[in-house]
């Protein structure tokens, strides 16, 4: 079994994704905690109504990154966690706690990467006029949002768009490819190569989810 901890700060709809996929599909893993750097996360009440334990590391409990860092890498230990999921956490982790993690540590991000790293991903895909937006899983490295990829996820973008229904359209996306890229995980079936990813057992076309609505 598996030991996945969720970190997040905020509504935590990724996070309740991925603890229903593992129940549902029944994974060979385990969601053993849910942290969060906010106190008032929603996400964290609705972790403990799945019976998640949940733990909060306030940031503002810390007076350096250094230490608040240290104080989460001391909490994944705690859990031996093989897994550690980001879903919407908004501190960038120091390097020494990227390195640490190494490839166990993932993120979801808003937007077909390397295109729009970092936030406000979907006002700045209008902006630019694409037709094509989505979500990316990748591996964290030091280099914000551009680890080595393992999923994304494409989303058309229509003629009438704002900002909330193009992220609402994402969203949807989201919570689908996530929990079908840390299954992959789950199942030790995910080979980094440099700065490509390949999934045993799936061909490269399976990488991509195209998400229709
Ligand atoms: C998601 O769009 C995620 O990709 C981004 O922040 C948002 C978090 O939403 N990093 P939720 O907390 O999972 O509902």
């Known amino acids: 079994m598996k030991r996945i901890a969720i970190l997040i700060s905020g509504r935590g709809s990724n996070m309740a994704a991925l603890i229903a996929a593992c129940e549902r599909e029944r994974w060979p893993a385990e969601v053993v905690a849910v942290l969060s750097d906010r106190e008032g996360a929603a996400g964290l009440e609705r972790a403990r109504a799945s019976g998640v334990t949940t733990e909060v590391v306030a940031r503002s409990a810390f007076d350096s990154r250094e230490s608040f860092d240290a104080a989460l890498a001391a909490r994944i230990d705690h859990y031996r966690a093989d897994l550690v999921a980001l879903a919407g956490f908004m501190r960038v982790l120091g390097d020494d706690l990227v390195e640490r993690l190494g490839p166990r540590l993932v993120n979801i991000h808003p937007s077909l990467l390397p295109a729009f ?29 551009r680890g080595p990829i393992i999923a994304q996820a494409a ?9 909330s229904s193009l992220a609402a359209r994402v969203l949807a996306a989201e919570h689908r490819l996530y929990p079908l890229a840390l299954r992959w995980l789950v199942e030790d079936r995910v080979r980094i190569d440099g700065t490509r990813v390949s999934v045993q057992g799936i061909g490269p076309a399976d990488q991509l989810l195209w998400h229709h609505r």
């Open 155 to 163: 989303v058309a973008v229509h003629a009438g768009d704002t900002e």
């Open 117 to 145: 790293p970092g936030l406000h991903t979907h006002r700045r895909a209008l902006e630019a006029g694409v037709r094509v937006h989505g979500a990316t899983v990748h591996f964290v490295t030091a280099q914000l949002d």
